[in-house]
Each structure stands twice: as C-alpha cells, then as structure tokens.
C-alpha cells in the first residue's frame, strides 16, 4: 500500500521516533501526543482495520500484546498503568487506515472511555 503513511514509517520512507522494531512490528512515537506517553504499534503488515483482521494475522496481533507490555514496563508505566486503543473505522475515530494500537500513559487517564458531548 504505497499511499499509506504508516507503511511509509516501516520503509523508512518518512522519519518517525522509533522505539522498537523487529521483523514484523514497529512501535513509534504519536506525531501528535495526547497523553505525556503516547506511542504506536502496528504489524509491519498492512491490515487497514479491525475489520480486515484474518486468522492468519492471529500471531502478529497476539505478539503486538507483549510489545505493548514490554513497552510500558521498559517506559516505567507498567506499575502506575496505561491504556490500549484500537480505533475502527468513522464512528471509532479512525484516521489512518493501517491498523494500530495506541498506548497512552503518563498520567491518570480517567475513567471514561468517550468524552461527553
Ligand atoms: P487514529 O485516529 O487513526 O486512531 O490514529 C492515528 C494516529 O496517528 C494519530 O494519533 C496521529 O497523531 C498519528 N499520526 C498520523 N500521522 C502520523 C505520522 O506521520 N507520524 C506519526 N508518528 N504519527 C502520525
Ligand atoms: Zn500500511
């Protein structure tokens, strides 16, 4: 998917803050931070949404749960906590369309999961 800017991320093609890689995850730091810690991690594989995951995908996604863990421990928010966001599509707010979980931490976070409008 060459019009995807977070493909563009894994090819190096657009910097990013890096903060680990290996063959088939990246995690980078959010261009634009709502939170004092907030972070990206995607398969290197293009997956546009929540609703394009495939059983083949099972294992990329179950290991992005322990880069998200090993992430918040080496951050030093494991203890105090964090939160994990997927966005799916218009009403969930998703804007780049390669699947993606945010982890947010830094400070508390509150208890609701949708502002009130
Ligand atoms: P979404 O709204 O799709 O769940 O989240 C997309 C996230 O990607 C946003 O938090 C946005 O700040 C971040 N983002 C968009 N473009 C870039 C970029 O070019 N580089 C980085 N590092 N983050 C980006
Ligand atoms: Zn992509």
């Known amino acids: ?3 995807c800017i ?3 991320i894994i090819d190096k093609e657009i910097p990013a803050n890096i903060v680990f890689e290996n063959e088939d995850i990246i995690a980078f730091e959010d261009a634009h931070p709502v939170a004092p810690i907030h972070y990206l991690v995607i398969p290197k594989k293009h997956i546009s949404s929540m609703n394009d995951v495939k059983q083949e995908d099972i294992e990329v996604l179950g290991k992005i ?3 998200l863990r090993d992430l918040a421990k080496q951050l ?3 203890e105090n906590g964090y939160r994990v966001i997927t966005n799916c599509g218009e009403d969930g707010g998703q804007k780049v369309k390669h699947i993606h979980y945010h982890l947010l931490a830094g400070k508390h976070l ?3 999961l949708v502002k009130e409008e």
């Open 65 to 67: 749960q322990l880069v």
């Open 6 to 8: 977070f493909c563009k």
């Open 1 to 3: 998917m060459n019009d």
């Open 110 to 112: 509150g208890h609701k």
């Open 76 to 78: 030093g928010v494991a």
